[in-house]
């Protein structure tokens, strides 16, 4: 297979932020000579360098206010970069907002026509897809009815179905793709997986690591407008987490400052060890546990996660009726999973001390990871191991 | 071997220059490329300009009737306080018909202008979320309004014949050239005020108030002649046809309003109209483009003013 074409050419892409404080004429002209003091301005994006090449299934991750989506607007011209450039080809469509453009007054045959004109269709090809539209979207007897009479869900449903019948080379969505009920979004989702293997390009913007996981075959992270990972999905989800986790703690140091105290409970370390046969692994997870001010009763949770970010188990040790050591000094507890019949792969477990009322005592996301090698048929996320019978 | 759909489409596009997203910002050149940009967006256009016809008297049992309303209450109310009550109409003769030119020609200015300046603002949902050339949205108001002028002109061509003045002369031909002039100038004038509406709220209620004012410096509900009188030639009635919208209400006087040319005097419009027209549409046509390039300079920042 040859090169793929590059479909976006991004290049030392910056643009920068300036926020007025005055807005009158009257603060404006009391203002004039000192206009700089009452001016802020930010870099939302500085020197991004990005090559998207056709066919691809980019997404942009990263916290709120860290430049993806202006990245995302910028690439679909809807904001003008202040050095820099981003050229293109191929046709576009920008899923920024369901339904940008629908007229509260007009029916929804009306915006359906609207709304892919805008989204660049002729009338011509409008017509074509009409049916293919109102099907898609499932809302045929109310087509005629006016949108404003229209339940939040009917709106988005036509919306989307819309947006994605525009055939486009490249699409930019912007965190609507759960919308609607859950046999809606599995069609979204089937939408999306029918444009990957037409070769069409994808940019997203999500929150969602399992999405992102589930869609991208690339993942950006953005960090302050500059890009901090490109590349593998499953490090850029790794290097998102690090991001919040050391968020959480600097806000937790702010809070503790006030507190001041050690927590009553708290992990020393984790480590997760796993023993495979051919049918299961066993996974063991050994606890060292500072207890330092003993509560009326604590218990230990943990949720176990893959690369991608798909949650697959949680569980709490409340309901295990264990007799944990509750006194102050320095513990060690065993959780042992035993039969897990996992699919090949490295995974993550989230670990935390809490009680039942919902109090956390300490909190250790990333805590341990473990390997599984393998063994069963095929692949997924479960081991299984199939017969055929013929008779 | 055939190619997949994900190969052909990666071939297609290799054959697709590379091209830079966002207008060009130069001042002088890509005047050219924003217009070949509306030209591939007239269709939305169209829908633009129907979706605010359609959704404006959506609901109202009246529906289009109610536009024309407004000029027909105004035309009685000028009509009795200037015509009967302070006696304008015994100078000018079919002084209905004369004031219904008039008040034609201002609606289509205002409507344009009105409309046009906040088209950018009110439309911010779109300009957002969505890229288009944003020319479209004054150009949608101007559409809008012309239609509105359509429909009133239909009505003043049958009130024409109605009462036996039908403009059936050579004079008609001014009526296309004073629109054209009014069209032009009053977009040159929805560009700039609804790019600059986006950066400084206060131009709306401006508008509102220069609209009032501008009302009394054109001849709708009196006539030239009155003017020439009172101005006499002086450099002050040549600063007052300077006003384009004051030429096009002239225009059209002269098309329509037969009892003017009737009248003999030929006070009732100035020297050499055509020229002063024709130099009219002209400096509107420079004045869109210019009006258009500051737009296009200011439009990059739309998206995060709004």
């Known amino acids: ?67 993806k989506s202006t990245l995302l607007k910028t690439i679909g011209g809807i904001i003008q970069p202040t050095t820099g450039s981003v050229r293109r080809r ?103 997986a029918e444009f990957q293997s037409e070769g069409r390009t994808i940019v997203l913007v999500s929150h969602s690591a399992d999405q992102v996981g589930s869609l991208c075959d690339r993942v950006v992270v953005l960090h302050q407008g500059e890009i901090t990972h490109d590349g593998d999905p499953a490090e850029g989800i790794r290097i998102l987490r690090e991001g919040y986790e050391a968020d959480r703690k600097l806000l937790d140091k702010a809070h503790t400052v ?39 009763e604590w218990g230990i949770g943990l949720t176990i996660e893959n690369s991608l970010g798909l949650h697959i188990y949680s569980m709490t040790s409340f309901g295990l009726h264990s007799n944990l050591p509750n006194t102050v000094g320095r513990h060690s507890v065993r959780i042992v999973l035993p039969n897990v019949r996992l699919g090949a792969g490295s995974y993550l477990v989230n670990t935390g001390l809490g009680n039942q009322a919902g109090v956390n005592f300490d909190e250790r996301p990333g805590a341990a990871n473990f390997e599984i090698v393998g063994g069963g048929y095929g692949y997924g996320l479960v081991r299984i191991s199939p017969d055929i019978f013929a008779n | 071997m055939s190619a997949s759909p994900a190969d052909l489409r990666a071939q297609r596009i290799a054959t697709e220059p590379l091209h830079t997203v966002g207008q ?17 967006h007239r269709e939305l256009l169209g829908l633009l300009v129907r979706r605010e016809l359609k959704a404006r008297y959506k609901d109202s049992s009246l529906g289009i009737v109610w536009s024309l309303v407004r000029p027909l209450a105004q035309l009685l109310i000028y009509y009795f306080a200037i015509g009967q009550i302070l006696g304008a109409a015994r100078e000018i003769p079919s002084f209905a018909l004369f004031v219904f030119v008039g008040l034609t020609v201002w609606g289509l200015f205002t409507e344009i202008v009105a409309n046009g300046s906040t088209a950018i603002v009110t439309n911010s949902g779109l300009v957002k979320k969505v890229y288009l050339p944003r020319e479209i949205f004054p150009l949608s108001a101007v559409g809008g309004a012309l239609f509105n002028f359509c429909v009133q002109l239909v009505i003043l061509i049958a009130a024409t014949v109605i009462i036996g003045e039908i403009p059936w002369h050579v004079d008609l031909l001014y009526a296309p050239l004073a629109i054209a002039v009014l069209v032009v100038f009053s977009t040159a004038i929805a560009l700039l005020l609804s790019a600059l509406n986006v950066y400084l709220r206060d131009i709306q209620h401006l508008v509102e108030v220069a609209l009032i004012v501008l009302f009394w410096a054109s001849p709708i509900v009196y006539s030239y002649s009155f003017v020439h009188d009172a101005l006499a030639g002086s450099w002050l009635e040549e600063l007052y046809l300077l006003n384009p919208v004051t030429l096009a209400v002239l225009g059209m006087q002269k098309a329509f309003w037969i009892a003017g040319s009737a009248q003999g005097t030929e006070s009732n419009w100035p020297a050499d109209l055509d020229i002063r027209l024709v130099v009219a549409l002209l400096v509107s046509l420079v004045l869109v483009w210019l009006a258009q390039r500051v737009f296009s300079r200011l439009q990059g920042n739309f998206a995060q003013e709004l």
């Not at chain 1, 796993?274 to 003993?294: F, Q, R």
């Open chain 1, 258 to 296: 006030s507190r001041a105290s050690i927590p009553p409970y708290e992990i020393v370390s984790v480590d997760a060890t796993t023993n495979e046969d051919a049918d299961s692994a066993a996974i063991t997870l050994d606890y060292v546990i500072d207890i330092n001010d003993p509560q009326d």
């Open chain 1, 90 to 192: 191929g046709r576009l469509a920008a899923l920024l907002e369901l339904g940008a453009g629908f007229h509260p007054d007009l029916t929804g045959r009306d915006n359906v026509y609207l709304n892919a004109a805008i989204l660049g269709l002729t009338r011509k090809e409008t017509d074509r897809y009409f049916d293919a539209i109102v099907d898609f979207s499932g809302i045929e007897s109310f087509i005629d009815t006016q949108v404003k009479f229209y339940s939040s869900g009917m709106y988005v449903r036509l919306a989307f179905s819309v947006a994605v019948h525009v055939d486009p080379d490249l699409l930019l969505v912007d965190e609507v793709l759960a919308v609607g009920d859950e046999p809606f979004q599995r069609k979204c989702m089937a939408k999306i």
């Open chain 1, 1 to 67: 297979m040859t090169e793929s074409p590059t479909i976006v050419s991004v290049h030392d892409l910056s643009k920068r932020f300036i926020l007025h404080k005055d807005k009158s004429v009257k603060e404006r002209i009391v203002n004039f000579g000192r206009a700089r003091q009452h001016r802020d301005d930010f870099w939302a994006l500085r020197d991004i360098n990005l090559e998207i090449p056709v066919g691809s299934t980019l997404g942009l991750v990263g916290h709120n206010g860290s430049g």
């Open chain 2, 24 to 40: 060009q910002t130069r001042f002088l050149r890509g005047g050219t490329k924003s217009v070949r940009d509306i030209w591939d």
